[in-house]
């Protein structure tokens, strides 16, 4: 499940050119103030590489960057803002985005994957009114997405069966009935930012 950055910089990169596998790595192998226009430049490239493709992107996020958004560390805070400094160049919002210590869009946000149904809807349950964030990774556990990573890979079971997984609890029925019971509503990136009043 390797690859390599669109801009080829080398300060994102691993020996074999691909990217760090998590951030702890790239912060030990790399200076990330340092690498820091390098990074931007990456996710220009990426936003770009999407829009050439003629797909309208709706926000930006970053992958596994929520986890240390809490952390007191400051190592990871420069990616944070350089994600939603390049968002803002594209006319897009940053989901991860916080500010004076809390996210900026949410009351709280989680991620189900590796949870199964009876954690993930007593996490909502103890919710109040508010935004909530859900995160999750939904595919089909199948011959594509087994492809994308070597069974004696660690991420081997990322590819295909906890995304199934994912997939199953949020399109079931139990889940459907869940929300309505519990008065959730679905919405999509449009409907955040009216309620945030940062509708154009």
């Known amino acids: 499940m390797s690859c390599s950055p669109l801009t080829r910089a080398s300060s994102l990169s691993n020996e074999l050119g691909y990217f760090y596998p998590s951030y702890e790595?790239?912060?030990?192998?790399?200076d990330i103030k340092h690498a820091i226009e390098?990074?931007?430049q990456e996710y220009r490239a990426?936003?770009?590489?999407?829009?050439?493709?003629?797909?309208q992107p709706t926000h930006v996020e970053t992958h596994m960057t929520p986890e240390h958004q809490w952390e007191e560390d400051d190592t990871f805070k420069p990616i944070v803002q350089a994600a939603e400094e390049v968002a803002a160049?594209?006319?897009?919002i940053y989901t991860y985005a916080f500010k004076n210590g809390k996210s900026k869009y949410f009351n709280d946000s989680f991620t189900l994957t590796h949870?199964?149904?009876?954690?993930?809807?007593?996490?909502?349950?103890?919710?109040?009114?508010g935004i909530y964030h859900l995160?999750?990774?939904?595919?089909?556990?199948?011959?594509?997405q087994n492809?994308?990573?070597?069974p004696h890979e660690?991420?081997?079971?990322?590819?295909?069966?906890?995304?199934?997984?994912?997939?199953?609890?949020?399109?079931?029925?139990?889940?459907?009935?869940?929300?309505?019971e519990n008065q959730f509503t679905l919405i999509n990136i449009t409907q955040l930012l009216e309620l945030h009043g940062l509708n154009n």
């Open 89 to 92: 160049e594209f006319g897009l």
């Open 154 to 180: 660690p991420a081997y079971s990322w590819a295909a069966k906890c995304r199934q997984t994912d997939l199953d609890i949020v399109s079931s029925l139990e889940f459907k009935t869940f929300l309505e």
């Open 25 to 30: 790595e790239l912060a030990e192998n790399t």
């Open 115 to 129: 949870l199964n149904f009876e954690q993930t809807t007593e996490r909502l349950a103890s919710y109040g009114d």
């Open 135 to 144: 995160v999750c990774h939904c595919a089909l556990n199948n011959e594509e």
């Open 38 to 40: 390098g990074i931007k």
């Open 46 to 55: 990426q936003i770009q590489r999407i829009l050439d493709f003629g797909v």
């Open 147 to 150: 492809a994308l990573a070597l």
